[in-house]
């Protein structure tokens, strides 16, 4: 059975639409249907059927088919992570995911100095909220805002990251807050914010910092920001208490063969050197 026809299934089963799959896999929509047609009529069962939502819902078979075949995916990746591992020197390219804003305010600006380091060495940053899996190559790199609880990683504190209130650093503060929309509720800054937003008026949403550092900027409201963003922007003053108004643990995570890729391990080390430079000013210290 072929390898491709399989992550079909499995991208399928991740995305709930034939659209969401083609995109994930580069292919297009005609191409994953039929893939997926061939695949359920080779096996004799359909593996999804269409939901009340219009989504593409696996069968009770189709739900033991994709756990089966998330494992040969695994699987696949350890594969090419041993392969890997046979060549010694720093190249090649290293994937790297984290929150937009740490990839283009702290780890951009720094990557001159490790490409000039290792001019073999390509590095793709991936900006996504979502949690994109190491363990399937999705990334080779994690740095997320929150220690993972489970799963098969190697971790490693890189920084404790402070978030204050900041207003427009011309004229008075605005009575008026701008915020991250519904899908980032679950902040920890928009957890400590909420009191705030239940006697104050919003007058901008979004799920960008860099949206919401314009925002404040621009005089439309008081924002909760990453100290490490927001102190160096002379359009912005922090507001309240000097000692940051909410902090957040920042982690790194690779897989644990990726102990055996040079590449890897080069610029996990690299990252760690930076973040450790540099606490302070994540921690938004006065």
């Known amino acids: 059975m072929n390898w491709d026809d399989l992550r079909v299934l499995v991208e399928i089963g991740r995305a709930g639409s034939i659209a969401g799959a ?3 896999l580069k292919l297009d929509q005609t191409t994953v249907a039929r893939r997926l047609r061939a695949l359920e009529d080779r096996l004799g069962v359909r593996v999804f059927g269409r939901g009340a939502s219009g989504r593409w819902q696996p069968t009770a078979v189709g739900l033991r088919v994709l756990e089966r075949a998330a494992r040969v995916e695994e699987d696949v990746a350890g594969l090419l992570r041993v392969a890997d591992a046979a060549h010694p020197e720093i190249a090649g390219s290293v994937r790297i995911t984290s ?10 600006p720094r990557l001159p100095a490790l490409l000039d380091r290792h001019p073999g060495l390509a590095v793709e940053l991936v900006a ?16 997320r805002l929150a220690r993972p609880e489970h799963g098969d990683f190697l971790i490693r504190k890189l920084a404790d990251v402070g978030f204050a209130v900041y207003a427009p650093a011309a004229g008075t503060p605005p009575d008026a807050w701008v915020c991250y929309d519904d899908d980032l509720a679950h902040t920890p800054e928009m957890r400590w914010l909420a009191p705030h937003l239940a006697t104050g008026r919003v007058r901008l949403r979004s799920n960008e910092v860099d949206c919401l550092v314009r925002a404040v900027a621009a005089g ?3 924002a909760v920001l990453p100290c490490f963003i927001a102190d160096p922007n002379p359009a912005l003053q922090r507001q309240r208490a000097p000692a940051p108004a909410v902090t957040r643990e920042l982690w ?8 055996q890729q040079p590449r890897v391990v080069a610029v996990a080390d690299w990252l760690a050197a930076q973040f450790a430079d540099n606490r302070g000013a994540f921690l938004g210290q006065p």
Do not use: F, M
Request: net charge positive; proline share 2%; charged share 20%.
């Open 252 to 259: 790194l995570l690779i897989h644990p063969d990726a102990r």
């Open 99 to 108: 929150v937009g804003s740490i990839l283009a305010h702290w780890i951009t």
């Open 220 to 222: 439309i409201g008081q």
């Open 128 to 143: 996504s909220n979502d949690n994109l899996s190491v363990s399937r190559r999705e990334a080779d790199i994690a740095i």
């Open 22 to 24: 083609a995109r994930r």
